[in-house]
């Protein structure tokens, strides 16, 4: 009895582990700000490609900063961008905060038309006040926008 308790103790130890292991937490510029997030752990950041902030670089790596419209965060990132990457574009990167503020993205993620944002990012968009309701399609309304000023 004892060795099955012990058993399903070690069982469940590893379970938690591993889902530990896997998570992964969403924040938007303003999240980290006010919250003082360090960079301990892989997280998620989302929002708006800032206009005016892509620098890329000879190596490969690109440089920009993610905006939800209260708060920004510089994000550098080496590898090759989604090709619907570009400024004012809903983006969500993974990587990890390093010190000094600067998010070192792992992976970018654009979103694929004008229909879809990230829950997460839409979210963020809502509670800093970027977010235009009563839009026939509300998750489009400030990427439309962003999209008309750039033509």
Known sequence: MALGVAALGGATALALNAISDNLVFFY?????????????HRMRIGGLVEDGSIARGPDGRVVFRI???K??????????LPDLFRQGQGVVAEGRLMPGGVFDASTVLAK?????????????????GHWQEGAANPAAAPLAATAARLR
Do not use: F, Q
């Open 67 to 69: 905006t939800d419209g």
């Open 71 to 80: 708060a920004d965060i510089p994000v550098v990132y080496h590898g090759i």
């Open 28 to 40: 938007s510029p303003s999240d980290l700000n006010s919250r003082h997030i360090t960079g301990a």
């Open 112 to 128: 694929h038309d004008e229909r879809y944002m990230p829950k997460e990012v839409v979210d963020a968009l809502k509670r800093s």
